[in-house]
């Protein structure tokens, strides 16, 4: 049945992004139909279920390209001994005994939560990347059903590491990777790998053949921290994304997550195979590892994205922080006004195409019919020209009060419809303690 998103101000995005006042998005099933002046379009859809959107401005949904479900459950934990002082202590005193104490509950519960975060703030699109070394074989198949619960659309790998047994988790990705196949627009896999200091030579090699064979690409940490670049330098005489590419790794479908420690040559090599760096300044921030050099991977023409790693499922607030670091950063005023929105709006958009083969991130006739309605009364004149402004600065702290995927209506009035998040939330204060306990033994 086709639904009227009507009297609010539609924003396309898209290459020539327009700005449409008292506009309407009609929806038909899992694609949009028409979008135009309100009036129009209820002259033209007389039989279209209306919804109001006055007082809101309607998006295309959110895409996350790089996320850490099974981290939900740290939150608020207190971690023993002495704080870590680096990102390898953060690493093995804190992610990789989380990962461990998951169970089959906990697995699900840690996705459906941030899912219901994702509803919140209207993400609909996410890339994950996701460890349980002692639920390993079938936790992917958790994690999709608590996707296709919440109703939104997700790419799902397991971090592959030598760090419990060689090369674990590689069987896992295998068969996720089999069972799913080419994909179904809303489910689609990748193979997942920790990253270049966590894996032999020979586990990275089994990987990239299952990728290959399969046509999917590789998700990866890429020198996040000083530490993982030293490794490979020390170990393979090469820096970490040299080692990567010699071994197969790069390339068009794949996922290159951080390269804050990557020289020039690195970079080169980077936009020359076409591989995609995803950016997340917020976890950087947190783990004190560093800065991505944004500007200078943008120049070289590499595809960077945008992530929260874990951090959150707010993507507005990942592209403000993006804009304030690297302004920051550079000691610049002048810079990351443009290539902030543009890692969150267009690239992420192109990422997510070559993942699920959908040209999501624009409201046109035809495309995907996933939004993101949010509450909005610009307090300034919004046309396309600052369009920009209005993001940064007040969209950025808007709430979403409707979100939408694959044409179903996920969240309405601020109520999530495809997940009980009373119950679960409430379920999933009961597990952590057990979980956190769990771990302290670990
Ligand atoms: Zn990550």
Same mark, same amino acid.
């Not at 139909?33 to 033209?44: T, V």
């Not at 005193?93 to 104490?101: I, S, T």
């Not at 089959?104 to 699109?125: F, H, K, V, W, Y």
């Given at each position: ?136 074989? %079938?936790?992917?198949?958790? @994690?999709?059903? +608590?996707?296709?619960? =919440?109703?939104?659309?997700? $790419? !799902? ?57 399969? %046509?999917?690409?590789?998700? @990866?940490?890429? +020198?996040?921290?000083? =530490?993982?670049?030293?490794? $490979? !330098? ?209």
């Amino acid at each position: 049945m086709a639904t009227r998103f009507e009297d609010g101000i539609v924003v396309t995005l898209g290459e020539n992004n327009r700005v449409l006042w008292n506009a309407a998005v009609v929806t038909d099933g899992e694609r949009i139909a028409a979008l135009g002046d309100s009036s129009e379009m209820k002259r033209r859809f007389p039989d279209a279920k209306p919804v109001d959107c006055s007082g809101k401005i309607i998006l295309p949904g959110f895409i996350c390209t790089h996320h850490h479900f099974y981290s939900t459950m740290a939150r608020g934990m207190g971690i023993p001994g002495e704080p870590a002082e680096n990102f390898v202590q953060i690493l093995e005193r804190l992610w990789w005994k989380v990962d461990r104490a998951l169970d089959e509950e906990s697995i699900l519960l840690s996705a459906q939560l941030p899912l219901i975060d994702c509803l919140r703030n209207g993400t609909t699109t996410i890339i994950d990347h996701h460890a349980s070394p002692s639920m390993r074989d %079938g936790s992917l198949d958790l @994690i999709e059903k +608590a996707v296709r619960q =919440a109703g939104l659309r997700a $790419s !799902l790998c397991y971090e592959v590491s030598d760090r419990n047994v060689p090369g674990g988790g590689i069987e896992e990705n295998e068969r996720f990777i089999k069972k799913v196949g080419k994909g179904d627009g809303q489910i689609s896999a990748m193979m997942g790998l920790h990253a270049s200091f966590t894996v032999s030579d020979e586990t990275a090699e089994k990987c990239v053949d299952i990728a290959r064979d399969a %046509g999917v690409g590789c998700h @990866i940490h890429v +020198a996040e921290d000083a =530490a993982d670049r030293e490794d $490979s !330098l020390a170990k393979f005489n090469m820096p970490t994304v040299k080692r990567l590419d010699k071994l197969g790794l790069t390339g068009e479908k794949s996922i290159f997550v951080h390269c804050v420690h990557v020289d020039d040559a690195e970079m080169d090599i980077l936009a020359a195979t076409n591989t995609t760096v995803v950016h997340n300044p917020e976890s950087n921030m947190n783990n004190a590892v560093g800065v991505t050099p944004l500007l200078k991977l943008l120049k070289k023409g590499v595809l960077v994205g945008l992530g929260t790693d874990g951090m959150g499922s707010d993507m507005l607030v990942q592209m403000r922080c993006a804009y304030l670091l690297h302004r920051l950063a550079n000691h610049d005023p002048r810079v990351a006004f443009m290539e902030a929105p543009q890692l969150l709006l267009q690239n992420n958009a192109e990422i997510a195409r070559r993942q699920f083969g959908l040209r999501l991130g624009e409201i046109a006739e035809g495309r995907p019919a996933d939004l993101a309605i949010i509450d909005y009364q610009p307090p300034t004149p919004l046309s396309e020209a600052n369009f920009l402004g209005h993001l940064i600065f007040g969209l950025v702290d808007a709430t979403v009060d409707t979100t939408v995927c694959k044409g179903k209506i996920l969240m309405q009035g601020k109520k999530i419809l495809s997940l009980d998040e009373d119950r679960l939330a409430a379920r999933s204060r009961e597990l952590a303690p057990q979980m956190w306990k769990r771990l302290q033994d670990l």
